[in-house]
C-alpha cells in the first residue's frame, strides 16, 4: 500500500535515534543495518512516488477542466476554499493527490533518517589543510612579474581563475509549500517549490511567493552532511 506512511522502519529509526546518538561508537553495527533499511526504504518510496504521479499527471493530461480545478486549489486563500475545490474532483484524483501528499511527506522523513544516521556512522575522515599552502618564493621581483601579467591578462579581458581554496562543508536543503508557490532562494529564482538542493553550511534566506499573491520570507540554517528541511503552510501561516 504505497499511502502507508507510518511503517515499521521509521518507526524503528525514530525510537532508536537518540539512543544511537548518546554512544554511536559502541552502536555501528546497529547503526549500518538501519542505515540500509532506511535506504532501501527510500528507494522504495520514491519509485511509488514517481508511479503515483504519472498516474495523476496522465489524468490530467487527459482532462483539461480537471488541471484547472487542482490548480485553482492549490491556489486557494484558506484551507477552507481549497477542500471546497478539491471535493469537486473525481475520487480516484482526491486519492491520488493525497498518497502524493503522503509520500512526499514520508521521502523528506526518509531523506532526514538517512542524513542522521550516515552523520553517525564513524568513517574516517582527512583533515582540511587550510594552512599547508608553500610559503611564497624569495624572489621578489619575479613575484611581481607575474602579478603584471596577471593584470594585463585581466585587463585584456581574460579572466583568471582563483586558486581553489579548502573545501568547504556542504549540507543539502529541501524547500516545499502548501499551495505550491515560487521560491527565491539568496536573490535567486528557483523555480516551485518541491525543489531539493546542495548548500554550502551558514544561514540562507528563503522567499515564497504563490500565484495569489501571498509572500513569506524565512532564514534557515545549512548544518554539514544533513538535511534541513523547509516546508511552509499559506493556509495556516505556519511550517507544515
Do not use: Y
Request: charged letters at 30%; one cysteine or more; proline letters at 7%.
Amino acid at each position: 500500500n504505497v499511502a502507508n506512511v507510518a511503517d515499521e522502519v521509521a518507526s524503528q529509526i525514530d525510537d532508536a535515534l537518540p539512543r544511537l546518538k548518546r554512544d554511536p561508537k559502541a552502536h555501528q553495527p546497529e547503526i549500518k543495518t538501519r542505515l540500509s533499511d532506511a535506504s532501501n526504504d527510500l528507494v522504495d518510496k520514491k519509485s511509488d512516488l514517481a508511479q503515483v504521479e504519472a498516474t495523476l499527471n496522465n489524468q490530467l493530461m487527459q482532462s483539461p477542466k480537471l488541471a484547472s480545478v487542482l490548480s485553482r486549489a492549490q491556489a486557494a486563500d484558506n484551507k477552507a476554499n481549497r477542500q471546497e475545490l478539491m471535493a469537486n474532483l473525481p475520487d480516484d484524483i482526491q486519492k491520488l493527490i493525497h498518497t502524493q501528499e503522503q509520500l512526499q511527506e514520508r521521502i523528506m522523513g526518509l531523506e532526514e533518517h538517512v542524513a542522521n544516521l550516515s552523520w553517525l556512522l564513524l568513517e574516517p575522515v582527512e583533515p582540511v589543510q587550510v594552512a599547508s599552502q608553500p610559503p611564497p618564493p624569495p624572489e621578489v621581483e619575479e613575484n611581481t612579474k607575474a602579478k603584471a601579467e596577471t593584470e594585463v591578462e585581466t585587463n585584456a579581458g581574460v579572466e583568471v581563475s582563483p586558486t581553489p581554496s579548502a573545501e568547504l562543508p556542504w549540507g543539502k536543503l529541501t524547500v516545499s509549500s502548501r499551495p505550491f508557490s515560487n521560491i527565491v532562494l539568496n536573490g535567486e529564482s528557483r523555480g516551485l517549490t518541491g525543489w531539493k538542493g546542495d548548500l554550502p553550511v551558514g544561514r540562507h534566506v528563503i522567499e515564497l511567493t504563490t500565484e495569489d499573491g501571498r509572500h513569506t520570507r524565512k532564514e534557515v540554517v545549512v548544518r554539514a552532511k544533513e538535511i534541513e528541511r523547509f516546508c511552509w503552510d499559506f493556509d495556516a501561516n505556519d511550517n507544515c
